[in-house]
């Protein structure tokens, strides 16, 4: 019979290098701040999402066009834009009736290429 078990290293050690454990735990962000960073990286988590970001790094957008471009419904796009204005990755602004959609900041777009430059790197 094969052994499905996985060899992990471990750290065999009873020693607590406290000077380093401080040192990082100082440098911590704290709780909350923590949180709110892995509720950003949830929302990342959707390609449809990714997908609507993408388009927004190119041009601001209204329902409609990001519906056409990416060949699903309004509904459906007012979902996930619904949810990247919660998370402010997205802004918005009204034009007549025509709502049209753009990158809350500089930010959201350094942090996709950062996730572009890791996933191609080898």
Do not use: W
Not at 10 to 19: A, F, K, L, S, Y
Not at 78 to 104: I, N, W
Request: charged fraction near 30%.
């Amino acid at each position: 019979m094969q052994d499905n078990k996985i060899d992990f290293e471990r750290c065999d050690c009873t020693v607590i290098h406290e000077d380093v454990v401080n040192l990082v735990r100082d440098s911590m962000p704290h709780e909350e701040s923590l949180y709110d960073l892995a509720d950003i990286f949830k929302v990342f988590g959707d390609t449809t999402r990714i997908k609507i970001l993408y388009a927004l790094f190119a041009s601001e957008m209204c329902v409609c066009d990001i519906a056409v471009l990416l060949n699903m419904t309004q509904s459906a796009i007012s979902h996930q834009l619904r949810v990247l204005k919660q998370a402010r990755l997205v802004k918005f602004r009204k034009e007549g009736k025509v709502v049209y959609y753009s990158l809350d900041d500089d930010h959201i777009k350094q942090i996709f290429d950062q996730g572009l430059i890791h996933i191609k790197h080898k």
